[in-house]
């Protein structure tokens, strides 16, 4: 199986201040990767598709980019809101796989 | 608007059984893969199951290949997962997603499994 490796494990960020994540595939996974966020006690919501592409609803502050092995996910200015778990998974081999997560914190 | 209602969940011993349910509203449901995505207290997102939206394929991630079958009724809009040969580490919060493409744009709000003696 496709193993994702997200990093950093944590993030401390102050609001306003730019955050980003990393996510690697030990294999090519094309552009078929998600990213999700999740918030205690909630749901994951689905941020992007195809690693890219934001899902409805997302704030423009949110981007995304990389393909084959190595993606990110950038948060241009923190908001209050944004602090939360974030995973990636793709969705090109099975069984499909999710990072371990993200964790952004405020600072 | 698209709901996704888990049901099922509950304490079971290890070695037992338990099937989890998700009703689906709001979409058309024989035409999306749905998914089953679990999640261990305090721990990240690991991935169950898919099955196609007729319900002729499926795969499962290695921890629970051989002992979960996922299973649709789509005259029903439901979609289940019969886990078998529960072990301790089952023991998450089950998810089911609606696929869209590959990736999973609706979840339900969770089902809580527990397996302990």
């Known amino acids: 199986e496709i193993v994702m490796t997200q990093s950093p494990a944590t993030l401390s960020v102050s609001p306003g201040e730019r955050a980003t994540l990393s996510c690697r595939a030990s294999q090519s996974v094309s552009s078929n990767l998600a990213w999700y966020q999740q918030k205690p006690g909630q749901a994951p919501r689905l941020l992007f598709y195809g690693a890219s592409t934001r899902a409805t609803g997302i704030p423009a502050r949110f981007s995304g980019s990389g393909s084959g092995t190595e993606f990110t996910l950038t948060i241009s200015s923190l908001q209050s809101e944004d602090f939360a778990v974030y995973y990636c998974q793709q969705y090109n081999n099975w069984p499909r796989t999710f990072g371990q997560g993200t964790k952004v914190e405020i600072k | 608007e698209v709901q996704l209602l888990e049901s099922g969940g509950g304490l079971v011993q290890p070695g037992g059984s338990l099937r989890l349910s998700c009703a689906a509203s709001g979409f058309t449901f024989s035409s999306h893969s749905m998914y089953w995505v679990r999640q261990a207290p305090g721990k990240g997102l690991e991935w169950v199951s898919a099955?196609?939206?007729?319900?002729?394929?499926?795969n499962y991630g290695d921890s629970v290949r051989g002992r979960f079958t996922i299973s649709r009724d789509n005259s029903k809009n439901t979609l289940y997962l019969q886990m078998n040969s529960l072990r301790a580490e089952d023991t998450a919060v089950y998810y089911c997603?609606?696929?869209?493409?590959?990736?999973?744009?609706?979840w339900g709000q969770g089902a809580l499994v527990t397996v302990s003696s």
């Open positions: 099955i196609s939206g007729g319900g002729h394929s499926t």
């Open positions: 997603a609606k696929g869209v493409r590959g990736d999973y744009d609706y």
